[in-house]
């Protein structure tokens, strides 16, 4: 008898721990101990305002599941918000995935929110927030105006997408297609706004060092290791602002020619000041994907540093991340994606201001050059640049699908830098990435 009693309070616990798992609260705190609201650039110590923002959130919030990351993965556009109390902060992500709309705070939990929650944060908290992309970057207004002793400025904005939204081109704001702008000492700009010139920055998103490789992103560790091989499986030679998420493949967001091996699959070993630091992966990558005329391109790590004269597409509908698109016009990314077609294999996909290659993976050749009456072909191998002078530059261009004839030509680029290795094998600079080539044998 005593052990059937002892079963079913043991059950009713389990039950009970279980359910409060599953309905666990979004924990904000005491209202009147929030500080300030932290949105982009913007500091908001209205109370009224806090206590709206805290209520409607909490009340229209149903717990999801946890949080493993410092920001939301497998999403291509999501906000921060930063409450700030006497003696700490706790930020929280919102947004948008597939039909839904979610809360995340790093570590503690994902909640989702209602629609209506959701579109009444962003015209309450973003709506009024001036923001300009430019050089590839997002620049967010600041209080502070700008000296600007010559009058004459060198960009000016020339496209505009709705306010409270985040402009997807260089030269485009969400509050006019008609002023101009400079760029103003490191990470900001300054715009003309209401005949004043006022400072704009780029805004960091995490204190986190981070690597990307192809499409996964790797996170630093304190984790020392000693490998007992010494020659790298390749390098990082590219870099964005410390804060910001690297976009291409081979960059970080501190440091730039960096060694890396490979550990595993989700593990790199980086020589960061003589030491091989492990940086971990997300291991759910995201991986862009985009279906046209019945094609599917993949991205790769490839970019323009403008766009292409032809007819400008977009898509029309959306799937998850980790889904393949299946319907034409149609991305596991964006449902609005800007996209030019190049030719038959690439087209070109404007993602985050970037200008990126997509391919049709499965009828995509490779990529070739001839040079004193030899053909070479693209390997896997990534070497470190070599501090020398290059040995010559590669100057003609035939179409992807043709193998070239002629010497200094290729059949991906006509602005190619080369380095002779040895008779099998020379080193080519490809997209800021040093790769080899070796002869077609």
């Known amino acids: 008898m005593n052990k059937k009693i002892f079963i079913v309070v043991f059950g009713l616990i389990i039950f009970i721990s279980s359910c409060s798992i599953l309905t666990k609260p979004l924990d904000l705190k005491e209202v009147g101990e929030v500080k300030s609201i932290n949105v982009l650039e913007k500091e908001i110590k209205d109370k009224k305002v806090i206590n709206e923002v805290v209520q409607l959130i909490y009340s229209n919030s149903s717990y999801d599941s946890d949080s493993v990351n410092d920001f939301p993965t497998n999403v291509e556009d999501y906000k921060s918000i930063s409450f700030k109390y006497k003696d700490h902060k706790t930020v929280l992500f919102i947004y948008q995935k597939k039909e839904n709309h979610y809360v995340e705070i790093p570590y503690e939990g994902i909640w989702k929110i209602k629609s209506s929650t959701y579109q009444t944060l962003n015209k309450k908290l973003y709506a009024n927030q001036k923001i300009v992309r430019a050089y590839g970057k997002l620049y967010y207004e600041t209080e502070e105006k700008a000296n600007v002793k010559c009058a004459t400025m060198d960009e000016e904005i020339d496209s505009k997408v709705d306010s409270g939204r985040i ?20 990470n900001a700009i300054a715009v003309i706004l209401d005949s004043n010139y006022i400072v704009f920055k780029t805004k960091p998103i995490t204190d986190k060092k981070i690597i990307r490789l192809n ?105 998850d991340i980790n889904e393949t698109p299946k319907k034409d016009n149609q991305s596991n990314f964006g449902d609005k994606v800007e996209y030019q077609i190049q030719d038959k294999y690439n087209i070109i996909v404007l993602v985050h201001g970037d200008y990126i290659v997509f391919r049709d993976i499965k009828k995509s050749p490779e990529r070739l050059f001839r040079l004193n009456g030899k053909l070479y072909a693209e390997t896997n191998e990534q070497i470190i640049p070599l501090d020398t002078q290059p040995d010559g530059f590669i100057n003609l261009k035939v179409s992807y699908e043709k193998t070239p004839k002629k010497d200094n030509c290729s059949n991906f680029s006509d602005r190619i830098v080369y380095w002779i290795l040895d008779d099998e094998s020379v080193l080519v600079l490809v997209n800021e990435k040093y790769i080899k080539f070796r002869v077609v044998k």
């Open 167 to 186: 402009p997807v081109r260089d030269n485009q704001s969400n509050f006019s297609d008609r002023t101009d702008f400079q760029p103003w000492g490191e």
């Open 215 to 319: 499409s996964m992103l790797y996170y630093e560790t304190d984790e020392v290791v000693e490998l007992s091989c010494g020659t790298p499986d390749g390098i990082i030679n590219s870099k964005v602002d410390s804060g910001q998420i690297p976009r291409r493949a081979g960059q970080s967001n501190f440091s730039h020619k960096l060694e890396y091996q490979l550990i595993d699959k989700y593990r790199i070993a980086v020589l960061v000041d003589g030491k091989y630091y492990v940086f971990k992966a997300d291991k759910s990558p995201m991986k862009r994907m985009l279906k046209v005329n019945g094609n599917l391109y993949c991205e790769t790590d490839e970019f323009l540093l403008r766009q292409i004269k032809s007819k400008t597409y977009y898509t029309d509908s959306k799937v």
